[in-house]
């Protein structure tokens, strides 16, 4: 069955701390892609990040950096120098190949203070 | 290019009645998804179109249905609304499916009162 876990709630930091927001997925397919989202108060999910299972290299975009590791089922995302505008729910979502549906996470509510 | 717009933005409806609901695509996407967000059960996949054919359905009761037009439009209506509609309502649309990746509307606040 298909799972993505994101066991962190919610998060506090003070502005230009680093953090990372923790993702495992559950798949029994081989071919998946793995997204994660950002959800300001507006409402609308915001895209990030597309990987698929073939592609495990890190990815480093400014600030946001991704590391997907297969052997752990993991696809971590970490935030540095984090602003206050960084502060918004978080999103680890996992599609395979032949379903076009995302699984989401329960999400990770970030919060950056002045 | 432009992106995905629902509307309406906001909702307010009475148990019993029903609600129709709209969302165009980005253009050239022929992939409409539709996900329900609520705070008990986060964020949840009801159903997918591509091409106007319903390809993927998520595990909501009949009430729940929706459609896709030949321009790449699609609507979700809700019958017989109950207080636990309540809810977010996001469409997203792909290229053409999970692969592709999705791009979200704002969405549609509903309140069942």
């Known amino acids: 069955a298909q799972k993505v876990t994101q066991a962190q709630t919610e998060i506090s930091v003070v502005e230009k701390e680093d953090v990372t927001l923790d993702c495992v997925y559950e798949?029994?397919?081989?071919?998946?892609?793995l997204f994660w989202y950002k959800q300001p108060p507006s409402g609308e999910l915001v895209f990030l990040i597309r990987?698929?299972?073939?592609?495990?290299q890190n990815e480093i975009s400014g600030r946001y950096s991704w590391n997907f590791q297969k052997s752990t089922s993991s696809f971590n995302f970490t935030i540095t120098a984090s602003q206050v505008v960084d502060s918004a729910v978080y999103f680890c979502?996992?599609?395979?190949?032949?379903?076009?549906?995302?699984?989401f996470g329960t999400g990770t509510r970030l919060q950056v203070f002045p | 290019k432009a992106g995905v717009t629902q509307t309406p933005r906001y909702l307010i409806k009475t148990r019993g009645q029903q609600v129709t609901l709209s969302c165009s695509p980005i253009?050239?996407?022929?992939?409409v998804s539709w996900y329900q967000q609520t705070p008990g059960q986060g964020l949840q996949f009801l159903f997918e179109?591509?091409?106007?054919?319903?390809?993927n359905k998520g595990n909501f009761p009949g009430r729940f249905s929706g459609r896709q037009f030949s321009n790449s439009r699609s609507e979700m209506n809700v019958s017989t609304l109950e207080l636990g509609d309540s809810a977010l309502y996001l469409c997203?649309?792909?290229?053409?499916?999970?692969?592709?990746?999705?791009?979200f509307g704002s969405g549609t606040r509903l309140t069942v009162v």
């Open positions: 997203a649309s792909s290229l053409a499916g999970g692969s592709y990746g999705y791009t």
């Open positions: 798949t029994r397919d081989t071919t998946y892609y």
């Open positions: 990987r698929n299972s073939f592609d495990e």
């Open positions: 979502a996992l599609s395979e190949k032949n379903t076009d549906k995302l699984i």
């Open positions: 253009s050239g996407h022929r992939s």
């Open positions: 179109y591509f091409s106007e054919t319903q390809r």
